[in-house]
């Protein structure tokens, strides 16, 4: 399963105290598994973009230690310069880059506004994909006005009203937070200080003038230069070296031209390289011809070679060792079929059919994910459980006190060993639920997803509970594995009668007979 990875492109509205964007970087950096790839000052704009990657929960920290240090230290009440913004951190958007799905990082998006709204009372807008009111999915909706304007605004019209927190915005302002495809920032400089050939050229190329599709454009004045700045949101659909001339075009009818151009942060490798397929007119050209591509290739799987993967999960169960076994496996099974309600309830969210039961796909998804974890803990935690009996059984046994103690620790050991997978059955029962009642709601053309999941989660049900009743075989009488027993039971009877609600509800919905009993 692939690592994923997520980028996070935060920007602040401040470029000309260096020591304020150091402070910001160091909050980002001060959270394990981050890494720090760009940061782009821009004293005009007064505004500084950061590129920062990792694994989802660690970007998500880094972020919210990112926007409550701005907050800190960046004052809208004082703040000038030419680009448009509402907050001290101004937007933040996350891209899905690897092993990671555009419905993730909405859920991230909305985590992280609902944690500054509540710990920060910074008022929040979600926009693009984590839009929650279509009129919002456009950033330069939300920052009509700037500041100063929604400032006012805020308080007397409803609808600018923030999406969370508090409707009044402070010395920190507001916060844009969503969730986008990868994005490049890309400015051209004109060789006139007349700014308004630049607007002219930004409405001859932006999507809402009736320009290029994914582009979003306008004119400034920048450094005694005026200024085409855009965002390219889709650079296969609207490619950077079509739009070059265009404004180059554009700007000859004024009797103007390219000064030059800037790319504001990172940009993939691929528009670099469709550009020069343009230009050169390399019709035949093919991305495994790069070196660089082949190179990293070659470096990849020398590493993969020096330093090899951990065995696969199945190949360990196959070995023929005693541990993991049953229980890991079940724990496995549980958190497979996590995953599986993951899926459909993911698959549900955010078509009109389903809006009326949106919000509580959202809830099963956070859940499930949650669940999903535990069970991919519990693994591990069930093998380290059978792990303690076998020590327990190494212990010497040459005089009655050794025995005594030997004894001891193997009914200790026992009795843990029982726990662990009583605990990985009540985790599959909740996974059992939710496959039920995603079953009972979901997306109709997922519902076989969801009996799948519900088949895995009772069969992962049944194999720890096979694990609790092998290792309280040998202490029965007494009154904590009976207990346990007892314990075990409930849940039995509590997964039969939810199994027999999934069948209803594959029967009813979908004419499926799934046959748990």
Not at 152 to 174: C, E, I, K, M, N
Not at 217 to 225: F, H, Q, S
Not at 307 to 327: H, I, M, N, R, Y
Request: hydrophobic content about 45%.
């Amino acid at each position: 399963m692939p690592v994923k990875i997520v980028e996070c492109i935060p920007n602040f509205s401040e470029a000309r105290r260096p020591e304020v964007v150091d402070q910001i970087i160091a909050a980002v950096q001060a959270v394990p598994g981050v890494g720090v790839l760009d940061r782009h000052s821009d004293l005009d704009h007064n505004r500084t973009v950061l590129t920062f990657v990792g694994e989802p929960a660690a970007v998500e920290a880094a972020a919210f230690a990112a926007i409550a240090k701005a907050a800190e230290l960046i004052d809208l009440e004082q703040h000038q310069g030419e680009h448009p913004r509402i907050g001290a951190t101004d937007v933040v958007p996350f891209v899905p880059i690897s092993g990671m799905t555009m419905v993730e990082c909405v859920e991230m998006a909305r985590r992280l506004g609902q944690r500054v709204a509540d710990e920060l009372a910074i008022p929040v807008y979600f926009y693009e994909e984590a839009a929650q009111r279509p009129e919002r999915r456009n950033l330069e909706d939300i920052r009509r006005g700037e500041y100063e304007g929604l400032k006012q605004a805020v308080l007397v019209d409803p609808t600018r009203a923030p999406d969370l927190g508090p409707a009044r915005l402070g010395s920190a302002g507001a916060t844009v937070i969503g969730a986008r495809e990868a994005l490049i920032a890309y400015n051209i400089y004109l060789n006139t200080p007349d700014v308004s050939i630049a607007e002219k050229i930004a409405r001859r190329v932006r999507n809402s003038s009736g320009g290029f599709r994914y582009v979003k454009a306008m004119g400034v004045l920048v450094g005694g230069l005026a200024q085409v700045t855009m965002n390219l949101t889709n650079f296969h659909r609207s490619p950077i070296a079509q739009i070059t001339e265009t404004v180059r075009r554009e700007a000859a009818r004024y009797g103007a031209g390219i000064h030059h151009s800037e790319i504001v942060g990172l940009v993939p490798n691929q528009a670099l390289v469709n550009a020069a397929r343009w230009y050169l007119q390399m019709d035949g050209f093919e991305n495994e011809q790069l070196l660089d591509s082949r190179l990293f290739a070659w470096q990849g799987s020398q590493v993969s070679a020096a330093k090899p993967e951990q065995a696969d999960f199945l190949d360990l169960v196959a070995e023929g060792t005693a541990s993991p076994g049953g229980g890991s496996a079940a724990a496995h099974s549980g958190a497979l079929a996590a995953a599986l309600v993951a899926m459909v309830a993911r698959l549900t969210v955010g078509k009109p059919k389903y809006a009326e039961v949106e919000a509580e796909a959202w809830q099963i998804i956070t859940r499930a994910e949650e669940l999903r974890k535990i069970l991919t803990d519990a693994v591990e935690l069930d093998a380290q459980a059978f792990g303690g009996i076998l020590q327990a059984r190494k212990l010497p046994k040459a005089d009655q006190a050794q025995q005594q103690a030997r004894a001891e620790a193997i009914y200790a050991a026992t009795l843990h060993a029982a726990r662990v997978p009583l605990e990985t059955a009540g985790e599959c029962l909740s996974v059992l639920r939710l496959a039920a009642r995603m079953a009972e709601i979901g997306n109709l053309n997922a519902i076989s997803d969801a009996g799948a999941g519900a088949q895995l989660a009772v069969a992962a049900f049944r194999s720890a509970a096979l694990n609790v009743r092998i290792n309280l075989s040998g202490i029965e009488a007494d009154p904590q594995p009976a207990g346990i027993l007892t314990e075990l039971l409930r849940l039995e009877a509590q997964a039969d009668e939810t199994a027999r609600a999934v069948d209803e509800a594959l029967l009813k919905r979908a004419g499926l007979r799934a046959k748990f009993g």
